[in-house]
């Protein structure tokens, strides 16, 4: 009897979780979706305020850890140290962890992804880099667009997270963009790039 009551009650947790996964699911897609609507409206807006770079990298980085150690990706970081820009906070987090969740996701298993910051002039460059399958050229001009998906292994997302993450960095003043190779991963110069974000 004792067992049984262990058992159901396993079982009741099984359930809560998947009805909380769910449920989160959702309110995912509801917020993207509200964050295309107001995009496509005009209405978008942020609220900047100081925020310490090296906390928004720890923040995000912890984030995708667990992600990351299943795959056996290493996840690096390397910063300017005391470094602070004026942004958004969870918006700016948004946008990170959207190309390093991309990152995460398409690197095959023991691949690297690294995320760094650069100041330039009066902006803060925040790379995300990695050693995944890369994106072909002639899709490169697309990655922003509603709807376009990196189909790549039978893993897809909505299409629409590069989307809004544009949406967000433009309504910073700044500009976020990628580059890339076939087969070598995205990159700049020696470093491999999903994307990049400048925040003024």
Do not use: Y
């Not at 942020?46 to 290493?74: G, H, N, R, W, Y």
Request: hydrophobic share 40%; net charge positive; charged share 25%.
């Amino acid at each position: 009897m004792v067992w049984g009551m262990r058992a159901e009650s396993e079982e009741a947790r099984k359930h809560a979780r998947s009805i909380e996964n769910v449920t989160m699911r959702m309110e995912f897609l509801i917020n993207t979706l509200l964050d295309v609507a107001t995009l496509e409206a005009g209405r978008f807006s942020v609220t900047p305020v100081p925020c310490d770079v090296t906390s928004l990298l720890s923040d995000v980085i912890e984030m995708f850890s667990s992600a990351a150690a299943s795959k056996q990706i290493q996840l690096h970081r390397r910063e300017v140290p005391q470094l602070t820009v004026r942004a958004d906070r969870e918006r700016t987090i948004q946008v990170l962890s959207n190309l390093v969740g991309n990152a995460v996701k398409f690197t095959p298993h023991g691949g690297r992804v690294s995320i760094a910051t650069e100041r330039r002039n009066d902006a803060v460059c925040f790379i995300v880099s990695d050693t995944g399958p890369g994106i072909a050229p002639e899709e490169l001009p697309q990655v922003f667009n509603r709807f376009w998906k990196h189909e790549v292994l039978g893993k897809n997302g909505t299409g629409l997270g590069l989307f809004i993450a544009k949406g967000i960095v433009d309504a910073h003043g700044g500009r976020l963009w990628v580059e890339s190779v076939i087969g070598r991963g995205s990159f700049e110069n020696r470093t491999k790039v999903v994307g990049k974000a400048e925040v003024r």
